[in-house]
């Protein structure tokens, strides 16, 4: 377990993220924005964990970084004064050329490919859209 925290670890730092970030409303944004793409899925918007969410100040979205095509999930919780927002990782995943969703366990940013349980998916075949 901890030898997987800390591949995460180094995925995530390599496109400048990591596990649990806080952003404070004194800093405008906590990773750069610019190489990502911001999206939610459409099974979280129409389950019913987005409604309960919603009434918790919690929320569910998607991080597709456009040079390699990884996707991290996050949730996100605010305080109840709104002056802070704590954004944790829950999965690291990429969409195959048949846009099939597989987990990422582990990368190589020099050869540029990613693996899975599986298979070594080069970042190219990766669905970035």
Do not use: C
């Not at 990773?31 to 919603?54: C, M």
């Not at 109840?80 to 582990?106: A, C, H, P, R, W």
């Not at 020099?110 to 190219?124: A, G, K, N, Q, Y």
């Amino acid at each position: 377990m901890k030898a997987e925290l800390e591949k995460q670890d180094q995925i995530l730092s390599t496109i400048g993220l990591k596990r649990l970030m806080v952003w404070q409303s004194s800093v405008p944004s906590i990773y750069d924005e610019t190489k990502f793409k911001n999206y939610i899925s459409s099974e979280y918007k129409e389950s019913q964990r987005s409604i309960t969410d919603e009434f918790y100040r919690m929320f569910e979205f998607n991080l597709l970084h456009i040079e390699t095509g990884l996707r991290v999930t996050l949730t996100t919780s605010e305080s109840y004064d709104g002056e802070t927002v704590e954004y944790k990782v829950i999965g690291m995943f990429i969409l195959s050329s048949s846009n099939s969703k597989l987990e990422v366990i582990d990368a190589d940013f020099e050869r540029r490919i990613f693996f899975t349980s599986d298979l070594e998916i080069p970042f190219v075949e990766t669905g970035k859209v």
